[in-house]
């Protein structure tokens, strides 16, 4: 399949009357899947409405059917639509933080979306990403626009129209380059079905401000607990995997550097992955360093393009530094132990 590229500069104004804006909205329209830039990572978009449209995206990305994907949209009109009704918590998190990587599962009206969007559940994800691309075409195709992050089933996310090339090119119709993305994970995804709202996938908006908005917020106990079978279905897949074995070290950099030495002198090729505040501290065949300490923003930034670095590189095991879990720091650590199939080395435990 041939597949076409746009650049469009995201800052502009006015992108709705661009072609690179009008014509992936035509491609969506007319049941194809286009790639597009959101706040948080590419997402792989299609018409929400029609079954074609949304079987095109599990086929492109060789996506489990069992693992709903989150509907965007561009006004709160449209949510209007495709929701039955939209708790006080609810509205209130939207007025927080829409547009913005939140989010929101709420039931859903019977008929309104295909079931492949659903996966057959009562409920839906939605959110209104926080770009002006992505919202640009969402209003110019007229549609809810169902879209997961657009790279290979079971790779690290794209948080650039490169790494989308790399999964898809030949696959989709098109791919619309805004750029890096900015903040680097995909949304917070919030139960808002039960009287306590449930975290079921930390995202770009943290615990702290969503509690700072309502009140308690729990977070699904699978998240930390790997016997339990998680309420977001598609958190039970292996995710974000480098290709080479990643596993995650909690301790000092000695420890770390220690395990790397003992993996080296075996003949292994040893990649680290560390915060910039200890890259001085380590030696190894491939270093990459994702972000700050300083900031734990930059590291949820530069995540997916570090981890997405040891694949183009001849590295046999892969160590990263876990960083804090506070903040946007509870995604980032979701996202690397999920990258690391859970595999972590403890200081304290050995
Ligand atoms: P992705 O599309 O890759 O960003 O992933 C979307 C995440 O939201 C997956 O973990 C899905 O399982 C989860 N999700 C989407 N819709 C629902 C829903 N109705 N109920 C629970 N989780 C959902
Ligand atoms: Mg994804």
């Known amino acids: 399949m041939e597949t076409k590229i746009w650049s469009v500069d995201k800052n502009v104004d006015n992108v709705q009357s661009y072609p690179q804006i009008t014509e992936p909205a035509q491609l969506l329209q007319a049941g194809q899947v286009v790639a597009f830039p959101t706040e948080t990572v590419y997402g792989l978009g299609a018409n929400a409405k029609s079954d074609e449209a949304v079987k095109k995206v599990f086929e492109a990305k060789g996506r489990p059917s069992d693992n709903p994907l989150i509907v965007h949209i561009a006004s709160e009109g449209q949510l209007e639509e495709i929701v039955e009704d939209i708790p006080d918590k609810a509205r209130r998190l939207m007025d927080e933080f ?3 990587p939140l989010t929101l599962i709420l039931k859903h009206k019977p008929g309104k979306l295909s079931n492949l969007v659903t996966a057959g559940l009562n409920t839906v994800g939605i959110r209104m990403p926080d770009h002006q691309v992505a919202l640009g075409i969402i209003r110019a195709s007229n549609l809810p626009i169902a879209a997961p992050s657009a790279n290979t089933s079971g790779k690290p996310s794209p948080t650039s129209a490169k790494h989308v090339e790399v999964d898809l090119f030949g696959r989709i119709a098109g791919i619309v380059d805004g750029g890096a993305t900015g903040v680097g994970v995909e949304s917070t995804v919030l139960d808002c079905t039960v009287e306590v709202p ?4 930390p995202g770009g908006v ?20 790997q016997e339990t079978a998680p309420k977001a ?4 897949y292996t995710h974000y995997a480098p290709k ?3 596993y995650v070290v909690k301790g000092h950099p000695a420890f770390l550097q220690r395990i790397a030495d003992e993996q080296r002198s075996e003949g292994f090729k040893v990649g680290i992955m560390a915060a910039r505040e200890h890259e001085s501290e380590y030696s190894a065949d491939h270093m990459v360093i994702p972000g700050s300490l ?14 997405r670095q ?3 590189v001849d590295v046999d095991i892969i160590l990263s530094e876990s960083f804090p879990e506070s903040g946007i720091g509870a995604a980032v650590m979701n996202r690397l132990e999920k990258a690391a199939g859970h595999q972590i080395i403890d200081e304290k435990h050995v």
């Open 98 to 100: 829409w547009p913005g």
């Open 244 to 246: 080479a074995p990643l």
């Open 310 to 312: 040891f694949d183009e």
């Open 233 to 236: 279905p598609g958190m039970k």
């Open 294 to 307: 300083a900031d734990l923003h930059t590291v949820a930034t530069g995540l997916y393009d570090a981890l």
């Open 206 to 225: 943290t615990l702290e401000q969503l509690e700072a908005v309502v009140g308690e917020v729990q977070q699904d106990v699978a998240l930390k607990n």
């Open 198 to 201: 449930v975290i079921l996938r």
